[in-house]
């Protein structure tokens, strides 16, 4: 028998070995350190590529969850989260000595599904991760580049997962204490006092206030303690949710910047891994920020209560507390740093990621809003609307700025020249830039991204839509019908010039007062002379297809 194939046979028979000795042991097994010391390695060969293996570790995780008393192996990992995210700690430090840490991690978060459990407990080792990822370590352990960011994606899944619900519970949290602050001032407002001293005051609206709402009322102790003592519960809710927020913005924020710079990568698996992670991380920031304002909401109506109430004690613990860093704002900021890496991620003419990419663009810009990419598209727009430039039916020649001036030692050259694409994955590829413009025109938060540059993707969207090409009719139509959204006389002009330049029939004017179509727009001498093609630029290879451009104007 092979070495290897011993050596396989040798660690299934240890593994069934611990599954063997926790069965005779018992609780005994965890309180012996047993557990502690087998649960690692049964993580670590769950990622393991023999299915032996792989099945064998599986199996003795589950016995010793059902003997643990934990229902899923899930719940038996957040048990001992505290100690696995030592261990991998340690472990990251000697990459060289421990090479199967991202597979372990990716374990414990993909396969057993617990990353929101422990999110909390994941920025040291995400602070590692993000060290690995930079240009020394990928050139350091350059097979370690994809395992890492299959964690790193793992983890922005979590914490997506958990920002998510994060605006809906502050929401709530924040009305429960406004109906609370409005029912105290109505209630000290139906009971006005005179001629007490500050100290009175603070009595009498106690009691009024605990007669008025069962949940205060205490009968048999203090009044006012008990008054104080529900609303030093209630800040102390607001600043869990303020500590909790701040760690999965913290866990997001390190997620992104792990994962930004290799959105320029000419590795086709690593970009896309880039990608997710950027996409589940700008939404999750989003969310942290809606969260931010509730909380800010729920601060202020407390302040007004202590304010009203004279808890001047608990009115400088929460000054004291509250630190409004420049962590609130941080998604336009994460986003200003992610922009570059996406046009160059475009410019790397990987067709796969670039179609992933475009998406990425749509979302992020319905996130952000389309005042913040108006610029952008301006200065940067040129490398998206080159993909509906081109025809994948004629060969462009080669233009100096596609060379590489200078190659470091790092990246690798690009090994799938232009030469060779299909034309049906440039389709899907201008498909996709034409469900971009089209989810960015629909939507009133994002059109503002495409008003600065309206021209030029009009006439270039209404001569890919009158071209009437199979593989971007649909994708064509949407995009134009979206544009319409933002200028409808635009765009039935842009059409309009190349029907009545082809069609025989011209219809009269209905009054004699209007001028005729061939006044309003003077048939061009060629193509090149349509107000698509001036807008829009050069345009490689498409044609007119007169009952496209009839259907187009029908559906206007």
Not at 57 to 81: F, K, M, Q, W, Y
Not at 161 to 169: L, N, Q, T, V
Not at 512 to 533: G, N, R, W
Request: with cysteine; hydrophobic share 40%.
């Amino acid at each position: 028998m092979p070495l290897q194939s011993l050596q396989k046979e040798g660690l299934k028979v240890i593994l069934e070995g611990i599954g063997i000795f926790n069965m005779c042991l018992g609780k005994d097994f965890a309180t012996s350190g047993f557990l502690h010391s087998s649960l690692y390695l049964l993580l670590e060969n769950l990622m393991c590529s023999s299915y032996q293996i792989k099945s064998a570790s599986d199996a003795v995780l589950r016995i010793i969850s059902a003997l643990s008393g934990h229902p899923t192996v899930g719940e038996l990992v957040v048990a001992n989260a505290d100690y696995i995210i030592d261990s991998l700690c340690r472990q990251l430090r000697h990459l060289d000595l421990n090479p199967h840490v991202p597979n372990v991690l990716a374990a414990m978060l993909s396969y057993v599904g617990v990353a929101h459990e422990i999110l909390p407990l994941l920025e040291e080792p995400l602070r590692s991760v993000t060290l690995e990822l930079e240009v020394i370590g990928r050139h350091q352990h350059p097979n370690l580049t994809i395992p890492f960011l299959k964690a790193v994606s793992e983890i922005s899944k979590a914490s997506k997962h958990e920002a998510i619900g994060m605006p809906s519970k502050l929401e709530s949290y924040s009305k429960s204490v406004k109906v609370k602050v409005s029912n105290m001032k109505k209630s000290a407002g139906n009971h006005p006092q005179q001629n007490h001293t500050s100290h009175d005051i603070y009595d009498a609206n106690t009691v009024k206030i605990s007669s008025m709402d069962s949940e205060y009322a205490d009968t048999n102790g203090d009044e006012v303690d008990m008054h104080l003592e529900k609303w030093e519960e209630m800040l102390l809710k607001l600043n869990e949710y303020r500590r909790y927020r701040r760690t999965v913005g913290s866990v997001v924020e390190s997620s992104l910047k792990a994962a930004t710079p290799l959105l320029a990568s000419v590795n086709e698996a690593t970009c896309l891994l880039a990608l997710n992670i950027v996409e589940d991380g700008i939404t999750a920031l989003a969310k942290v920020e809606e969260a931010y304002r509730h909380e800010k909401e729920t601060k202020e109506s407390i302040e007004q209560a202590i304010q009203f109430l004279c808890f001047y004690d608990l009115q400088d613990n929460m000054d004291a507390s509250v630190d409004e860093g420049s962590d609130e704002n941080r998604l336009l900021p994460a986003v200003n740093k992610i922009w570059p890496y996406l046009v160059v991620c475009v410019k790397n003419k990987n067709l796969v990621a670039t179609r992933r990419c475009l998406g990425v663009v749509s979302g992020v810009v319905l996130i952000c809003g389309g005042d913040f990419f108006s610029r952008r598209f301006v200065q940067d727009g040129y490398h998206f609307w080159k993909l509906l430039s081109t025809s994948p039916f004629h060969k462009k020649p080669a233009f100096s700025e596609s060379k590489t001036s200078l190659q470091l030692p790092y990246r690798s050259a690009l090994t799938n020249p232009e030469d060779s694409i299909a034309e049906s994955s440039s389709l899907k590829v201008q498909a996709a830039a034409l469900n971009m413009i089209a989810d960015l025109a629909k939507n009133k938060r994002s059109a503002s991204a495409l008003e600065a540059v309206l021209k030029k993707v009009s006439g270039l969207v209404v001569g890919i839509a009158c071209s009437g090409i199979l593989g971007l009719r649909d994708s064509s139509t949407n995009a134009v019908l979206g544009l319409s959204c933002i200028d409808p006389d635009l765009i039935w002009l842009l059409l309009a010039d190349v029907y009545y330049s082809i069609k025989k029939d011209v219809p009269s004017p209905p009054s004699v007062d209007l001028p005729e179509i061939s006044q309003l727009l003077p048939s061009p001498s060629s193509s090149k002379e349509y107000l698509f093609a001036q807008y829009g630029g050069v345009s490689f290879g498409f044609g007119i297809d007169f009952a496209s451009v009839e259907t187009m104007l029908q559906k206007l």
